[in-house]
């Protein structure tokens, strides 16, 4: 009975550790990051190159996009959380297996707060457009994307600008480029006012969306 009692102990002990979280508090830039961290073993030169990264980036997101973002982020190392990360109501989940496996991908966390930025809720836009937005802001604002071999992709016959994601993204630098360089600056503006349509389009460049894709994919080049 008392080895069961020990066992038992121990066995309470081990959960309690394993679900233990640390917590901090950061201010600055005006600013506060809450850092809740589920894993002991994060390195924390880590998580002071993603706090580092976070105060690069969203205030200078928050300066052009939306200067009305949220003042207070949560971020969350999680490891419990199956995906790589996601955020919800200001706070950003980050699995602790995808940092462990790719350290150098501290700018998953400018995809993250750029949708914070975004603050699209219930709006009538299209989901691969916010995502492309996002990935857009990881590249032209991340800090550490070339360290993480991150990119934006070739174009390939079998894509589409509803891909999502990069896909979206080099269309979307392409678009700036060759067209009107404040684009994504107007489309998150309108996204977040929920007065995007299909016609937004042809508002900032002169072309349907249709008609840029094809001229993209004649002449994709950046």
């Given at each position: 009975?008392?080895?069961a009692?020990?066992?038992?102990?121990?066995f309470?002990?081990?959960?309690i550790?394993a679900n233990?979280?640390?917590?901090?508090?950061?201010?600055?830039?005006g600013?506060?990051?809450?850092?809740?961290?589920?894993?002991?073993?994060l390195?924390?030169?880590?998580?002071?190159?993603?706090?580092?990264?976070?105060?690069?980036?969203?205030?200078?997101?928050?300066?052009?996009?939306n200067?009305?973002?949220?003042?207070?982020?949560?971020m969350?190392?999680d490891?419990t959380?199956?995906?790589?990360?996601?955020t919800?109501?200001?706070?950003?989940?980050?699995?602790n297996?995808?940092?462990?496996?790719?350290p150098?991908?501290?700018d998953?966390?400018t995809h993250?707060?750029?949708?914070?930025?975004?603050?699209?809720?219930?709006?009538?836009?299209p989901?691969?457009?916010?995502?492309?937005?996002?990935?857009?802001?990881?590249?032209?604002?991340g800090?550490?994307?070339?360290?993480?071999?991150?990119?934006?992709?070739?174009?390939?016959?079998?894509?589409?600008?509803t891909?999502?994601?990069?896909?979206t993204?080099?269309f979307?630098?392409w678009?700036?480029?060759?067209?009107?360089?404040?684009?994504?600056?107007?489309l998150?503006?309108?996204m977040?006012?929920?007065?995007y349509?299909?016609?937004?389009?042809?508002q900032?460049t002169?072309?349907?969306?249709?008609d840029?894709?094809?001229?993209?994919?004649?002449?994709?080049?950046?």
């Amino acid at each position: 009975m008392k080895t069961a009692s020990i066992i038992l102990m121990l066995f309470l002990c081990f959960v309690i550790n394993a679900n233990a979280q640390k917590t901090t508090v950061y201010n600055n830039h005006g600013y506060k990051l809450i850092f809740i961290n589920y894993d002991a073993t994060l390195d924390s030169a880590e998580q002071a190159r993603m706090v580092n990264t976070f105060y690069i980036v969203y205030p200078e997101l928050a300066k052009v996009y939306n200067k009305k973002t949220l003042k207070a982020v949560t971020m969350v190392i999680d490891t419990t959380y199956k995906g790589v990360a996601e955020t919800d109501n200001g706070k950003v989940t980050i699995s602790n297996i995808w940092m462990h496996k790719h350290p150098e991908d501290i700018d998953v966390i400018t995809h993250e707060v750029m949708h914070i930025v975004q603050d699209y809720g219930n709006n009538n836009g299209p989901g691969w457009l916010t995502e492309g937005i996002a990935d857009y802001a990881r590249y032209k604002f991340g800090i550490n994307n070339k360290a993480a071999n991150w990119k934006l992709p070739d174009y390939k016959p079998t894509q589409n600008y509803t891909d999502a994601y990069r896909v979206t993204a080099r269309f979307l630098v392409w678009i700036e480029k060759n067209y009107n360089p404040n684009t994504v600056k107007s489309l998150d503006d309108q996204m977040r006012k929920h007065i995007y349509t299909d016609a937004s389009w042809q508002q900032l460049t002169g072309k349907s969306l249709d008609d840029l894709w094809k001229t993209y994919i004649a002449s994709p080049i950046l």
